[in-house]
């Protein structure tokens, strides 16, 4: 396996296959700055959970250093992994639940209370109909990683895969560290 | 109706998030689903609960949510004609 691509973002940049990229936001709002500057036509990004934002971004910034868009088909696996999870968004739900005389569930906050929904979000947006898990583990883990890799490679259809960790315990609080890997 | 219009204009784009869109980027008698503003079952779930939150109507059947979200216009019509505050 190789790896082709490389992104890292955290609050505070954004470091594609080891390039600092240049924006002048931090945090969240970042986010919405390297949705602007570098994606613009995906409206639904506005309503995505903190965990999908900062996947969906890290893919498209991934998919634009490797030039074609890959749009469709069934040869790319999505394999990410995280410790919390979809906590963040889980929280957000329970507050809008903990008031019985203000109880209104928002379908589009519980959408995301299910952390894998990142990976469907990237399969969709580029028309990927391969494989796509999501694991939940206690660390950053290559290995593991690699091994899940290998595993999803054991499909004859499976060519590359965008692989990595995302990880956002709470609002403003996120770090993606994701890459392509090919056969 | 043209106040109760402008208002749900305004709920719409809080509620579903449609972050680029000003009221006036929204026709009134444009379809909300589909064309128009292109929403989703989950944004239809969302004007259910918009409804239900901000003027007391609770949608019985989800099968009324076709006729009712055809339009921005056809919306207040039927908030104006059943709303409960």
Not at chain 1, 16 to 39: C, H, I, M, N
């Amino acid at each position: 396996m190789r790896t082709t691509h490389k992104v890292e973002i955290t609050p505070t940049s954004v470091v594609l296959d080891g390039r600092l990229l240049p924006f002048r936001e931090s945090g969240e709002a970042l986010l919405t700055e390297v949705y602007r500057q570098r994606v613009g036509d995906w409206p639904k990004f506005f309503k995505m959970d903190l965990l999908s934002k900062v996947g969906f971004l890290a893919a498209e910034l991934l998919l634009e250093a490797e030039g074609d868009r890959h749009r469709g088909g069934s040869d790319r696996a999505v394999i990410l992994s995280g410790r919390s999870g979809s906590l963040c968004d889980d929280r957000d739900y329970q507050q809008l639940i903990a008031d019985p005389d203000d109880f209104y569930p928002s379908p589009s906050v519980f959408v995301y209370t299910l952390p894998n929904i990142v990976t469907g979000e990237i399969a969709i947006r580029n028309g990927w109909h391969g494989e796509t898990m999501y694991y939940a583990l206690e660390e950053y883990d290559p290995a593991a990683l690699a091994a899940y890799a290998t595993l999803a490679f054991t499909d004859p259809q499976t060519r590359s895969a965008l692989c990595g960790w995302v990880e956002c315990p709470a609002h403003e609080d996120f770090y993606a560290n994701m890459e392509i890997i090919e056969r | 109706m043209e106040e109760l219009i402008a208002q749900l204009k305004g709920k719409i784009i809080e509620a579903l998030n449609l972050v680029d869109l000003t009221p006036e980027d929204i026709d009134a008698d444009a379809p909300l689903f589909g064309e128009g503003l292109g929403l989703d079952s989950i944004d239809a779930l969302e004007l259910i609960l918009l409804m239900e939150k901000n003027y007391g109507i609770r949608l019985k059947n989800p099968a009324e949510g076709k006729e009712v979200f055809k339009s921005v216009r056809v919306m207040a019509e039927y908030i104006a004609a059943h709303r409960t505050k």
